[in-house]
């Protein structure tokens, strides 16, 4: 039997679905090569925004021709859209088996093999394919006891299958799972839970075992990863301490860690960051709006000027730090001023990039219920455009200041292929910069190498 995982999202998801591909394997399923072919079919989905669940529904659609060719396969719905529209999936697409919620993975493999032995007793009795679907998910949030809530977002941490990366040099760490912000627009805190920080020596052992394995990079992942602490025998660890002590693990190269909230970001953090060799120059901070106006609207808790305040304390306790945004154009009544406050952040805030994102509605939200979803789509997009042409120029700017020095790099794949022979190779600095350049093969992935930069775009510096 055969299984296929098709991955969208952020980080979470892709960590995920390496947890679940190593979930299957011990289980006795081995992977599909081509999506067709396979007898299970999962989909890991997002539910930031609209337009990345409309995408998933079509996809689902698209595969009622594999369900007449498979009637006994197993298709799946995992991931964030999972806990967000639970039995409403079947509705939408009625040949879906499966909806199963990020709290419940350490439940999928029996659950599969479940729906695969009454499908398979089905075949035998000569039946039709028609079996009882499964629908495992977490408590909704606000309706039950908190304790209930958090045990119903089971955490899943098993041992991992090398195998199931696409990088054997870099991996992440889950360090904490959730989130508690509730900042208005925002999906997360109900579709993953509250927050739950794991152990600090279950992080550790991780770490190790996958340094072991040959893991060179590790990154730690969090929806708010400052937030992160664990209280144990009237002792405390933060995010802070969990670099110390990570850093003193022989073998591993490099130590990064996504996604910060900027309220957290605290002097401990940073000076952390600064001292430790290993640990990577580069700080996501999403700022979502240059206005305090706006910033309320979406709860954010800080001012623009606070954020430009962290920004100020980065940059003297940090000189070689690169900072990267998350901005939010287009929210519920954004008026110009409020946009205009929002370039001018991105100005002061010289940040090696942002990811610009239209505002999308979420059903269950705040915003949704309190503010009308009332910018234009045609003035999201000049927004959108107007905001990233200034940072694509600032990004470039950044970047040209590396023409003629020499930065170590972490070499992490290739990036092309040359008919002639020969390939171009990519890595990063300590700074998250990619830097490109070309070998004869690819023998170097896996190593630091100095390299002198030559030539400088936006998103990429070429090296020689
Ligand atoms: N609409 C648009 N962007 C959103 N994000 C989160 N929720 C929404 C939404 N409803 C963005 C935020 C966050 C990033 C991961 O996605 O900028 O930092
Ligand atoms: Fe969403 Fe805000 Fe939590 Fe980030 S901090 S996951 S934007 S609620």
Not at 411 to 434: A, N, P
Request: proline share 4%; glycine share 6%; charged share 25%.
């Amino acid at each position: 039997m055969q299984f296929y995982i098709e991955t969208v999202g952020c980080q979470m998801n892709v960590l995920d679905s390496e947890l679940v591909y190593s979930g299957l394997r011990r289980s006795g399923l081995e992977p599909a090569t081509h999506r067709e072919d396979a007898d299970v079919i999962l989909f890991n989905t997002c539910s930031i925004r609209q337009h990345a669940e409309d995408k998933i529904y079509s996809a689902l659609g698209r595969l009622k021709h594999w369900k007449t060719h498979k009637p006994f396969g197993v298709l799946g719905v995992i991931g964030c859209m999972a806990q967000k529209d639970q039995k409403m999936i079947f509705q939408r697409a009625p040949h879906v088996d499966l909806v199963l919620g990020p709290g419940q993975l350490e439940l999928l493999p029996e659950t599969i093999h479940q729906l695969l032995d009454e499908k398979l007793q089905l075949r035998y009795e000569n039946q039709e394919a028609v079996t009882g679907k499964k629908l495992l998910v977490s408590l909704k949030r606000l309706e039950h006891r908190h304790t209930e809530v958090v045990e119903s977002f089971r955490l899943f941490n098993p041992v991992r299958n090398p195998e199931s990366r696409t990088n054997r040099f870099q991996a992440m760490v889950r360090i904490m799972f959730g989130c508690n912000q509730f900042c208005t627009y925002c999906i997360v805190p109900s579709v993953r839970g509250p927050e739950q920080s794991r152990p600090p020596q279950e992080i550790l052992d991780e770490i190790r075992t996958l340094v072991r394995q040959g893991v060179i990079e590790i990154t730690l992942i969090g929806q708010t990863v400052n937030s992160y602490r664990y209280k144990s025998n009237g002792k405390t660890t933060r995010l802070s301490d969990l670099l110390y002590e990570a850093s003193e693990i022989e073998g591993l190269g490099r130590l990064c860690f996504v996604t910060n909230y900027p309220r957290g970001m605290n002097d401990e953090l940073l000076q952390a960051v600064r001292d430790l060799p290993k640990v990577s120059k580069h700080l996501h901070i999403p700022a979502q709006s240059g206005s305090d106006s706006v910033l309320r609207r979406m709860r954010r808790n800080y001012t623009a000027a606070e954020y430009r305040e962290l920004i100020d304390r980065i940059g003297s306790t940090i000189p070689d730090a690169s900072i990267t945004c998350d901005l939010i154009v287009g929210f519920c009544g954004e008026t110009e001023e409020e946009f205009g406050a929002t370039v001018e952040l991105v100005r002061y805030g010289r940040f090696k990039n942002s990811f610009i994102f239209k505002y999308s509605e979420r059903p269950g939200t705040k915003s949704a219920e309190l503010f009308s979803d009332d910018i234009p789509e045609s003035v999201k997009k000049t927004r959108n455009n107007i905001l990233l042409e200034i940072q694509d120029n600032i990004s470039l700017e950044q970047n040209r200041r590396f023409i003629g020095r020499t930065v170590e790099i972490l070499v992490e794949g290739v990036s092309k292929r040359f008919e002639t022979g020969g390939v171009q190779l990519s890595g990063r600095t300590l700074c998250d910069r990619i830097v490109v350049f070309d070998a004869p093969d690819d023998r170097l992935i896996g190593q630091f190498l100095k390299q002198n930069i030559v030539e400088a775009a936006p998103f990429t510096l070429f090296a020689r």
